[in-house]
């Protein structure tokens, strides 16, 4: 089993709409979480971190379930310019070992 | 804004050759990563580096790669020795503390390997 799956997508979604990403990760002394975007050939950039109670920011909700071993990503009303590959990102115990999934491609059309 | 720089932007070199990328994390961090990303395929974790030493490397960081922080504001990796396969872009990171701290990369070093 893979240390972080992700959807393979890719998603095609029009402009407005809502859009879920799932992952999993096998390591359950998983430390922290977190979702990066990563546009082409630019470096990853950090979305968001992931809370045991879930949190929220603007139209991005991200949602931990520790029990399940599984993280997941809502973007609300989807713009043009979310067009990206979502990285789930799991750290390990110790903080040091980070682990990326492969990640899943969001296509935004207009 | 801090941010972590990376130079140079692209290196080409032959096989067989040394290689040293350069980084400067952001100034107040205490943590430092190097990840590598091979095209069209999933970043993956190279080697932190805490307090002066390795904290933790992965199975691609074997004996032809090395870490290293000389001045307190630079940190280097270098490849002793470049194959075709270690083409891939180079991402350094860093963050401040423990716990959920995120990590904050670089744009990145394109390495191609000839």
């Known amino acids: 089993r893979k240390e972080v799956e992700q959807d393979p997508g890719p998603f095609n979604v029009p402009e407005g709409a809502t859009v879920a990403f799932n992952c999993t990760y096998s390591?359950?002394?998983?430390?922290?979480f977190f979702w990066y975007r990563q546009d082409c050939r630019k470096e990853p950039k950090l979305l968001m971190s992931?809370?045991?109670s879930g949190n929220e920011d603007g139209r991005f909700t991200a949602q931990l379930n520790r029990a399940s071993q599984y993280i997941s990503l809502l973007i609300r009303d989807s713009k043009l310019s979310d067009s990206a590959t979502y990285l789930c990102v799991v750290r390990n115990t110790g903080g040091f070992k980070t682990i990326f999934g492969a990640g899943t491609r969001l296509f935004v059309k207009a | 804004e801090p941010e972590v720089t990376q130079t140079p932007s692209h290196q080409v070199t032959q096989m067989g050759q040394e290689v040293i990328l350069r980084c400067v994390p952001i100034s107040n961090h205490l943590y430092f990563y190097w990840y590598r990303q091979i095209l069209g395929q999933k970043v993956e974790f190279l080697v932190s580096f805490y307090n002066n030493e390795i904290s933790e490397k992965s199975e691609i960081f074997d004996d032809q790669f090395s870490v290293e922080r000389p001045d307190g504001s630079n940190f280097t990796l270098k490849i002793r020795s470049t194959k075709l396969e270690d083409s891939a872009m180079y991402f350094c990171?860093?963050?401040?503390?423990?716990?959920?701290?995120?990590?904050?990369f670089g744009p990145g070093t394109r390495l191609t390997v000839t």
């Open positions: 990171a860093s963050r401040a503390g423990t716990g959920g701290a995120e990590q904050y």
């Open positions: 992931v809370y045991s």
């Open positions: 390591n359950s002394a998983s430390q922290s």
